[in-house]
């Protein structure tokens, strides 16, 4: 408690001189009695990482970026900056990736995708729903694509994961804990998002690759497509 006090303070003063540990810039704010910590750039030096660990050790909720390619190698981005193992281990809570892609402008049109590609957009038997490609129009440019959406994965913190970052497993291997965990991968929700119309497969792909060597997990029920186009950019 008391060097959750200290470390609190520190990270004020850090803040009141606007003063810079490492590559980052830390705001602190206090919320019904948690203590909220984002780092406001990259974790990219050891400093910063450090900081950001024993924040999160000392009873911080804390925040941040970190460059890498997906959810799972954010542990091992950690452990090449000279992170202990159980130090990650014990303080990370959930790690999220994201990558942008583009949406399908209105102008986007419905085909039949061929086996390969039905393999690959991951569509069921039973599917339904129209699956569309690009075309090009005036308010496009011709590109067919007009604004942006996020693919997602979020890998959340659970004992067979944490047994694998103290064993300093390799990225893949969480990786696989994660899905068979619950966890969809960035090819995963980039499929999801081809299957709800909002972006062609040759975008998602340009964008995720395909998993290598995931196991089979048994399908989840399929979420709703959104109503609204609210990120559409028209
Ligand atoms: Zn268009």
Redesign the pocket.
């Known amino acids: 408690m008391e060097s959750a006090r200290a470390f609190d303070a520190e990270l004020c003063s850090c803040l009141d001189r606007g003063d810079q540990r490492g590559a980052g810039t830390w705001l602190v704010q206090r919320h019904a009695d948690q203590v909220l910590a984002l780092c406001r750039a990259m974790v990219r030096d050891l400093e910063t990482a450090e900081i950001a660990v024993e924040a999160a050790l000392t009873g911080h909720l804390l925040f941040s970026t970190i460059h890498t390619n997906d959810a799972a190698t954010t542990v091992t981005r950690f452990l090449e900056m000279g992170i202990e193992p159980f130090m990650i281990s014990s303080s990370m809570l959930c790690a999220c990736a994201q990558r942008l892609m583009r949406r399908l402008?209105?102008?986007k049109v419905q085909y039949e995708p061929d086996e390969t590609e039905k393999k690959l957009a991951q569509i069921p038997p039973d599917f339904k729903d129209p699956i569309f490609k690009k075309?090009?129009?005036?308010?496009?440019n011709?590109?067919?694509y007009?604004g942006r959406t996020g693919t997602h994965e979020l890998l959340v913190m659970c004992d067979e994961i944490r047994e694998l970052i103290n064993k300093r497993a390799t990225a893949q291997d969480i990786k696989i804990a994660a899905v068979l965990n619950g966890m969809k991968t960035l090819h995963d929700d980039s499929m999801l998002k081809v299957r709800q119309g909002i972006t062609s497969i040759e975008e998602a792909l340009r964008v995720v690759k395909v998993d290598e060597h995931m196991p089979k997990v048994e399908k989840q029920p399929e979420p709703p497509p959104p109503t609204q186009d609210k990120h559409g950019g028209h």
């Open positions: 402008c209105k102008c075309k090009g129009c005036n308010k496009c011709g590109s067919g007009k």
